[in-house]
């Protein structure tokens, strides 16, 4: 009995665990394949590489950013392949698996929760053409009616994924690594804490091994997938001491480890073993959500957000750890004006990411069970955002949509923050402000060359230049240097005529191949207040992406 488990990543560097968990969990069938692709391939392809297999059976990993697309490709599969059985499981599922029958008549068996158990006695039971009804976690129809198995117990621990051929088929893509399963938090918005906060912890010397394993497989990032990899803080001391101590030994020089961490639970024991990381090692991504004590209440978010905030800026200050903060706007009780003061606040702290996302109202999540009453109204197709709710109107909504493309483009980017430092000190505005009034005239402004980087900049000089206090010359000097710490060259429209550069330029350049042992080099001069030249220098900080630059 053939058998394809199929993943569909969002992009080509992903990877995916849960088809070779399964696949593992069923090494006694030994025609158990997987194909993984991505949902921008064309659907043809991918159904063409579906139908060469001739599968009996077809898994599919459904997730928020692939249901759409395997939900496109369901009759065509069906189709082509009449008699193949089709599963689907994973969290876009397993929390409505009635509905997902019941719209798909071309989908057999849904499987919710965990895999490992249910997918190796479903294959058994369809091999031995046997009853599925005792399959754990398994829905099904039968008799014109959808019926369900018995509740799917967790193994303590799953087996290991990481074969030779995941090793083989991992070509450099960020692998993903599992140490724990469960979230000890319910927050509202999110599938984590359905688990009934218990936390199952994977077996420690298993996880040290698999860190060394990833970590020389190729790639160049290995990101942790638990919860809340912190909440457990004298096994996060012990993980984080051992990734450190194998740097650039054990571990290969460039590879980086990515947590999702709660900000608030770190220690001063954790934090003083965090700052003594090799720059670049270790990147961290902390939800903060709000800092509306009423919302973090209404959404049964637990969190110490004093704590929070000083630890993310001793993170910041330290300077070796690259860390990313997370707010979501549509959270009840938050209206715009709370929202753009907890942007205030996160910004403030200066994390090298922010992410402003959108509230998605996800099966399954405590908040989209309430929707009606709480009077949300959001998207019936993935990702379900929020269009609006009692304390954020549509229009509302639209405006942190120009909010959120400038904060991209502006911070996220990492281009512009000498730039982004001199407008909001010269200007006075407030940073929200001035990312709102960036995305409000740019966002719909059609740009050349598919919105090139020299493009934008033009147009955002242009608008900076309309802004309070904003003097042209420094302006110009803070995008240029901008340019070159990032290595890129000066649009035209930055540059100015001067004899004396290129004299000067051969200078520099002497005098930083005896110093540098003759690296590339990009300079330019200054002209606000004193003229004088800076340059790029020496290697990218690993942290923030940027070369240093030098004056003279």
């Known amino acids: 009995m053939r058998t394809l488990l199929i993943s569909l990543n969002s992009k080509y560097v992903h990877s995916s665990l849960a088809v070779w968990y399964l696949k593992q969990s069923a090494a006694e069938f030994s025609d158990v394949t997987i ?33 759409s697309f395997i939900r496109f490709l369901l009759p065509l599969i069906r189709e082509a392949l009449p008699s193949v059985r089709i599963v689907l499981g994973g969290p876009e599922v397993s929390c409505n698996p009635k509905e997902i029958l019941t ?97 199952r912890f994977f077996d420690m010397d298993r996880a040290k091994a698999n860190i060394l394993l990833l970590a020389n497989s190729g790639c160049q990032t290995v990101k942790l997938v638990d919860r809340t990899f912190n909440c457990n803080p004298k096994r996060a001391f012990e993980l984080f001491d051992f990734i450190i101590q194998n740097a650039h030994s054990a571990i290969p020089a460039g590879v980086r480890f990515h947590f999702e961490v709660a900000a608030d639970l770190f220690d001063e024991q954790t934090l003083r073993l965090l700052f003594a990381a090799p720059p670049g090692l270790i990147q961290l991504e902390a939800g903060l959500q709000s800092f509306n004590p009423d919302t973090l209440k209404a959404v049964v978010r637990k969190t110490d957000i004093n704590k929070a905030e000083e630890n993310i800026r001793k993170i910041i200050y330290a300077g070796n750890i690259h860390l990313h903060a997370d707010l979501i706007a549509g959270l009840p009780k938050e209206d715009l004006a709370s929202f753009a003061s907890s942007f205030d606040r996160a910004f403030a702290l200066r994390p090298h990411m922010l992410q402003l996302g959108f509230l998605k109202m996800l099966h399954g999540s405590d908040l989209r069970r309430r929707a009606q009453e709480m009077e949300y109204r959001y998207s019936q197709k993935p990702p379900y955002e929020v269009k609006s709710n009692p304390w954020l109107s549509e229009g509302d909504m639209r405006l942190l949509r120009c909010a959120e493309y400038a904060l991209n483009k502006l911070y996220n980017s990492g281009r512009f923050s000498l730039t982004l430092a001199y407008l909001l000190e010269a200007s006075g505005i407030r940073p929200f402000g001035l990312f709102l009034g960036v995305g409000k005239t740019l966002l719909h402004i059609p740009l050349p060359e598919r919105r090139s980087l020299d493009a934008f900049t033009r147009q955002a000089y242009g608008y900076f230049l309309t802004l309070p206090g904003v003097g042209q010359k420094k302006l110009r000097d803070a995008l240029v240097c901008d340019r070159i710490a990032c290595g890129q060259k000066i649009p035209d429209f930055l540059k100015v005529s001067d004899p004396d550069f290129k004299k000067s330029f051969n200078q520099i350049r002497r005098t930083f191949f005896e110093e540098n ?17 800076v340059f790029a220098y020496g290697k990218k900080n690993p942290v923030t992406g940027r070369f240093p630059l030098r004056f003279t």
């Open 517 to 533: 042992g003759g690296e590339k080099i990009n300079a330019a001069f200054l002209y606000a207040g004193a003229k004088r030249a």
């Open 103 to 199: 719209e798909n008549p071309d989908v057999d068996f849904v499987i919710t929760g965990e895999g490992e158990v249910p997918f190796p006695l479903l294959l058994n039971a369809l091999h031995q053409n046997a009853d599925v009804s005792d399959v754990p976690g398994l829905f099904f129809r039968d008799r014109g009616g959808i019926r369900c198995g018995p509740p799917a117990p967790p193994l303590s621990e799953p087996p290991s994924p990481y074969s030779k051929e995941y090793m083989d088929a991992l070509g450099g893509r960020i692998a993903y690594l599992e140490t724990s399963r469960g979230c000890p938090f319910s927050c509202a918005f999110c599938l984590s804490g359905l688990s009934g906060r218990e936390v």
């Open 35 to 67: 194909l993984e692709g991505t949902v921008n391939q064309p659907a043809e392809d991918i159904v063409s590489n579906i139908v060469r297999r001739k599968p009996d059976v077809l898994a599919f990993s459904c997730y928020i950013w692939n249901i």
